[in-house]
């Protein structure tokens, strides 16, 4: 499967922006997916992930209550809603699906996803 994350850019601290991944094939809407951002000079990092059926979602702490993940398994489309952005939010940020079909449990780490999209550049300026 293929992954295209867009949406990415610059924006003011205090802004927000919506990252967008679309999927090449119909059969992700059975996989869990997440985000993930890498800022420059470290390592990638987990920052959201959502089920499968989306009924169930988990975050990094620090973007809590300020981003929100969801999908729309119709579309083949998984959303990243960034609000109230800082200047410690910038980085690339990647989307990824787990390589299972209907995993309960949510993953939080890189080896839990099997497919990842090319990245996209979110800055946020001060």
């Known amino acids: 499967v293929q992954l295209q994350a867009s949406g990415g850019g610059l924006v003011q601290a205090g802004g927000s922006l919506r990252l967008s991944c679309a999927a090449s094939?119909?059969?992700?809407?059975?996989?869990?997916m997440g985000w993930f951002r890498q800022a420059p000079g470290k390592g990638r990092e987990f920052v959201a992930a959502?089920?499968?059926?989306?009924?169930?979602?988990h975050y990094l702490y620090s973007v809590k209550g300020r981003f929100t993940i969801s999908r729309d398994n119709a579309k083949k489309t998984l959303y990243l809603q960034m609000n109230s952005l800082k200047p410690e939010d910038t980085a690339v940020y990647y989307c990824a699906a787990d390589g299972r079909p209907r995993v309960g449990s949510l993953g939080f780490s890189e080896g839990n996803y099997a497919y990842w999209g090319q990245g996209t550049q979110v800055t946020v300026s001060s």
């Open positions: 094939a119909t059969w992700i809407a059975t996989y869990n």
């Open positions: 959502i089920t499968w059926s989306g009924d169930s979602t």
